[in-house]
């Protein structure tokens, strides 16, 4: 499982995506991030194979959350669903 990365002029954060290929939420993040040239890595869940879905969601469960997509990890925070204004206030801390 390899994740993808954008990379952008901000990188004083750690920020992970997970997403669905098809989820109007999940690019809308995605959109954000780029737009303000935030790296981050990501991972389209719908497009990995069985066990590495598994292993996904191990991960978001492990880290207190449940499967919904998406799913953003700022510097070790959760943010789940499309919580922009929340993910917003991590970037700027």
Excluded at 46 to 70: C, F, M, N, R
Aim: hydrophobic share 40%.
């Amino acid at each position: 499982m390899q994740f993808l990365k954008v990379t952008g002029n901000k990188i004083n954060h750690e920020v992970t995506l997970y997403s669905l290929s098809t989820c109007v939420w999940c690019k809308l993040i995605k959109l954000y991030l780029h737009d303000n040239s935030i790296t981050y890595e990501f991972l389209d869940v719908d497009l990995l194979d069985e066990a590495d879905k598994v292993t996904v969601t191990q991960d978001i469960i492990s880290k207190g959350g449940s499967i919904t997509y998406p799913t953003t990890i700022v510097d070790g925070k959760l943010v789940q669903g499309y919580r922009i204004d929340y993910i917003k206030l991590l970037l700027e801390a």
